[in-house]
C-alpha cells in the first residue's frame, strides 16, 4: 500500500528535482534540453529532433523496452544505491550460490526473497504502465487539465517510488541473509573489489 508519507515524499522530490525522473532518462528523455535549443535557435533547421520516431510509441513516454522490463519487474538500475554499496541483491547471489558457499538454508531464503520481490515489482510496474497509458491518452484525446494532471503525477510518481523502494528494500534483506565474507567474496565476484564504481543494472 502505498501511503500518505510516501506520496508526500514523491512529490517533495518531484518539486526539487522537476519532471525528470530515472523512469524518463531509460525513455531517452535527457536530450530534452539540446534538443529545444537546437529546434528554437533555428528557424531553418530542418534535421530529425531528438524524438523523431517516438510519436509512435504506444505510450508515448515509454519505450517498448520500458514497458517490457516493468512488466517483468526488472531491475532497471533501480538498485544501484543498494548494489553498489555492497548490499548484493537476490538474483546474482543465487548465480554466485556455489562460489558464495551457500548454506541451504541461505539458498532457500535466498530463492523464496527473489520470488516474492518479482511477483511485488511485477505487479507496481503492470500498474505504471497502465497509468502511463491513461496519462498519454488522456493527452491524444485532449481531455485533460491541470487538476487532473496533477492527480495522475502523482499517482505515477508515487508508483515510481514504489517500485525503487521494493528493489531496494530486497538487498536490504538479501544482504541480511548473508555474512560479512560472503558480502566481500560477492563484491570480488560481481567485479567490484574495494570500489563501488563498477556500472551494473539490477
Do not use: C, W
Amino acid at each position: 500500500m502505498i501511503t500518505s508519507s510516501t506520496l508526500r515524499l514523491v512529490v517533495l522530490g518531484a518539486s526539487l528535482a522537476g519532471s525528470a525522473t530515472v523512469f524518463a532518462q531509460h525513455s531517452g528523455h535527457a536530450g530534452h534540453g539540446q534538443s529545444a535549443q537546437q529546434s528554437h535557435g533555428s528557424a531553418s533547421a530542418s534535421a530529425p529532433t531528438h524524438y523523431a520516431g517516438q510519436q509512435q510509441r504506444a505510450i508515448k513516454a515509454l519505450s517498448d523496452k520500458d514497458v517490457q522490463d516493468l512488466m517483468e519487474g526488472k531491475g532497471m538500475g533501480l538498485a544501484l544505491a543498494a548494489e553498489l554499496n555492497s548490499y548484493p541483491g537476490p538474483m546474482h547471489v543465487l548465480e554466485n550460490a556455489q562460489a558464495l558457499g551457500l548454506s541451504d538454508t541461505q539458498r532457500s531464503s535466498t530463492a523464496q526473497l527473489m520470488s516474492t520481490h518479482k511477483e511485488e515489482v511485477r505487479t507496481l510496474g503492470r500498474q505504471l504502465v497502465e497509468v502511463e497509458r491513461e496519462l498519454d491518452q488522456a493527452f491524444a484525446s485532449r481531455q485533460i487539465d491541470s487538476p487532473s494532471l496533477t492527480a495522475r503525477m502523482q499517482r505515477i510518481g508515487a508508483l515510481q517510488a514504489a517500485i525503487r523502494d521494493a528493489h531496494l528494500q530486497t538487498h536490504l534483506r538479501q544482504t541480511a541473509l548473508l555474512t560479512a565474507a560472503q558480502v566481500a567474496q560477492y563484491n570480488q565476484l560481481r567485479g567490484y573489489g574495494t570500489s563501488a564504481a563498477a556500472s551494473h543494472k539490477h
